[in-house]
T-cell receptor, first 116, second 113 residues
Framework: KAGVTQTPRYLIKTRGQQVTLSCSPI?????VSWYQQTPGQGLQFLFE???????NKGNFPGRFSGRQFSNSRSEMNVSTLELGDSALYLC???????????????FGPGTRLTVT | QKEVEQDPGPLSVPEGAIVSLNCTYS??????FMWYRQYSRKGPELLMY????GNKEDGRFTAQVDKSSKYISLFIRDSQPSDSATYLC?????????????FGKGITLSVRP
């Protein structure tokens, strides 16, 4: 079974631009969560989608948004990029929404975003 | 106080050593305790998870939870160079619409041949 895939793997953008990252979950998984990983803050939860609905959101500004499609694929968008948005963005998929007690999340390799 | 605090690193040990990785957490509502391993340029992979206090063993890895002191540990026996990676603890409440995984910052382990 194929794992979680994320595209692109690397991105370089300039301040003020916007970016869209893509995540394809493991086949059959309906929940996708997004995380930001930086050396200073570690792994921080951005949001979770299940059946095309946002179920949970972390403490990030409104510049960070996401969506999920009917095939469970998800995209994350960051508008008006800032230098501090440079990070590894990870998505993770699971069979059901995490609030239902399913705990296993499978991570993709991440998208390395550099903002200059 | 942060929800999860993880011992800072990095940590370097010789091959064959016993490694102890530790985290503390602040909220007693957390019920599930997990350890993830992350190799360089890869996403985290779930090593093991435990529910409630006690030990759980999987090969050379043992996860230990002490809910009374809000302390979780991962022990690696007979450490190998292939264990060199970043280890992250993560905690999770039992259920709830707003449940989310909360991670420690991670500790980088290097096992020297």
């Amino acid at each position: 079974k194929a794992g979680v895939t994320q595209t692109p793997r690397y991105l370089i953008k300039t301040r003020g631009q916007q970016v869209t990252l893509s995540c394809s979950p493991i086949s059959g998984h309906r929940s996708v969560s997004w995380y930001q990983q930086t050396p200073g803050q570690g792994l921080q939860f951005l949001f979770e989608y299940f059946s095309e609905t946002q179920r949970n959101k972390g403490n990030f500004p409104g510049r960070f948004s996401g969506r999920q499609f009917s095939n469970s694929r998800s995209e994350m968008n960051v508008s008006t990029l800032e230098l501090g948005d440079s990070a590894l963005y990870l998505c993770a998929s699971s069979l059901a929404a995490t609030g239902t007690g399913v705990k296993e999340q499978y991570f993709g390799p991440g998208t390395r975003l550099t903002v200059t | 106080q942060k929800e999860v605090e993880q011992d800072p690193g990095p940590l370097s040990v010789p091959e064959g050593a016993i490694v102890s990785l530790n985290c503390t957490y602040s909220n007693s509502a957390f019920q599930y305790f997990m350890w993830y391993r992350q190799y360089s340029r890869k996403g985290p992979e779930l090593l093991m998870y435990t529910y409630s206090s006690g030990n759980k063993e999987d090969g050379r890895f043992t996860a230990q939870v002490d809910k009374s002191s809000k302390y979780i540990s991962l022990f690696i026996r007979d450490s190998q160079p292939s264990d060199s990676a970043t280890y992250l603890c993560a905690i999770f409440p039992s259920t709830g619409a707003n449940s989310k995984l909360t991670f420690g910052k991670g500790i980088t382990l290097s096992v020297r041949p």
